[in-house]
C-alpha cells in the first residue's frame, strides 16, 4: 500500500513541476495568439475585430507573463 503511495506522490510532485513549468510559458502562448489574429488580418480577413483582438491578446500576454513569472519565482 505505501509503495503505491510513494509513486503516486512521486508522479504528482513532477506533475505539478510540469504544470508551473507551462504556466510559465502561458503569456508567450498567449501572445503567439495574437500574432496569429494578425497573420490572419494580413492575408485572410482584414476586419477590424481581428486588430482589436490581436491587441489585447498582446497585452494580456505580455501582462501575464510578467506577473506570472513574478509570483512562480
Known sequence: MC?????FAA???KRVYF?????????V???LLGV???VVYKFALPE???LIASIVLEV????????????ID
Open 11 to 13: 508522479d504528482f510532485e
Open 60 to 71: 494580456v500576454g505580455v501582462l501575464s507573463y510578467i506577473f506570472i513569472n513574478k509570483a
Open 36 to 38: 496569429v489574429c494578425l
Open 19 to 27: 504544470m508551473k513549468s507551462l504556466l510559465k510559458y502561458l503569456g
Open 3 to 7: 509503495k503505491i503511495f510513494c509513486n
Open 48 to 50: 477590424n475585430g481581428l
Open 29 to 31: 502562448f498567449v501572445l
